[in-house]
């Protein structure tokens, strides 16, 4: 009579654990977007805010906007002023083009690794600047 109490006592924790184990992985979508994707989601509209603030500056100074590859982006960060050791391109490439109707397209790519990671969803980041200087839409597109 001993064993089969000291079995049932055992046998009560582990059902616990597999129904915390389902409800976690149950939940693990939203734990991991309110944990990790919206801070770096969060993150990355306040540099993009950043950069059409600058790219307005820009405009300003010189008459057109300063328009740059993924590849050529820290140098030309760097002129505009802006803080690289703050800067959230561990997880993202930042591009700005000019569009034919003189429109100015700033992307956040995100980095292959970082999707791969999970660190980051695979979606991009465009906002678009005016020649105005206003921005005129800006949203993730998946």
Do not use: C
């Not at 490439?93 to 980051?120: G, S």
């Amino acid at each position: 009579m001993r064993w089969e109490k000291l079995q049932n006592i055992a046998f009560v924790p582990l059902v616990a654990l597999a129904l915390l184990l389902l409800a976690t992985g149950y939940f693990m979508p939203d734990i991991r977007q309110a944990l990790v994707y919206r801070p770096h989601a969060d993150r990355i509209e306040a540099a993009m805010d950043e950069l059409a603030a600058r790219e307005r500056d820009v405009l300003r100074a010189k008459g057109n906007f300063l328009a740059f590859a993924a590849n050529e982006a820290p140098p030309h960060l760097k002129t505009m002023g802006v803080d690289l050791a703050r800067w959230p391109s561990e997880d993202f490439l930042f591009e700005a083009i000019v569009q034919p109707n003189k429109h100015l397209r700033l992307r956040a790519l995100p980095r292959p690794a970082a999707v791969r990671d999970l660190r980051v969803e695979p979606r991009m980041y465009v906002a678009e600047v005016s020649p105005a200087g206003a921005v005129t839409s800006r949203g993730w597109y998946p």
